[in-house]
């Protein structure tokens, strides 16, 4: 059975920075994409990176370019996400997510292929 188990979550003030990772155990028949979901209460989940199996690809969405870097060690399946420059709107609960597709959709960030899912750790960021 795979299990993802995040960590890394905390409270933080603006501006500063966190590095979530996201630990899987249990095999594939195929190393997984993988992308990081913020989610808020009453909002959809919407991914803001998304890293390729090799890590040699990553997309991001425009509200995290710049601020956020998504990597993996493939060596012990562990996933990351640097978060730099936090803001308030920053703050919620992350998911790590993987897909097993062959390949990637048109929108590497689409919600409806992940189907391997963490518990989330929490990000609060204080103004």
């Known amino acids: 059975q795979v299990q993802l188990v995040e960590s890394g979550g905390g409270s933080v003030q603006a501006g500063r920075s966190l590095r979530l990772s996201c630990a899987r155990s249990?095999?594939?028949?195929?190393?997984?994409?993988m992308a990081w979901f913020p989610h808020v209460p009453g909002k959809q989940r919407e991914a803001v990176a998304a890293?390729?199996?090799?890590?040699?690809?990553?997309y991001y969405a425009d509200s995290v370019k710049g601020r956020f870097t998504i990597s993996r060690d493939k060596a012990i399946n562990t996933l990351y996400l640097q978060m730099d420059t936090l803001a308030p709107e920053d703050t919620a609960l992350y998911y790590c997510?993987?897909?097993?597709?062959?390949?990637?959709?048109?929108?590497?960030?689409?919600?409806?292929?992940?189907?391997?899912w963490g518990q989330g750790t929490q990000v609060t960021v204080s103004s």
């Open positions: 997510a993987g897909a097993t597709l062959e390949y990637w959709p048109t929108d590497p960030l689409d919600r409806s292929i992940y189907h391997i």
């Open positions: 249990g095999s594939l028949y195929r190393r997984p994409r």
């Open positions: 890293i390729s199996p090799s890590g040699e690809t990553s």
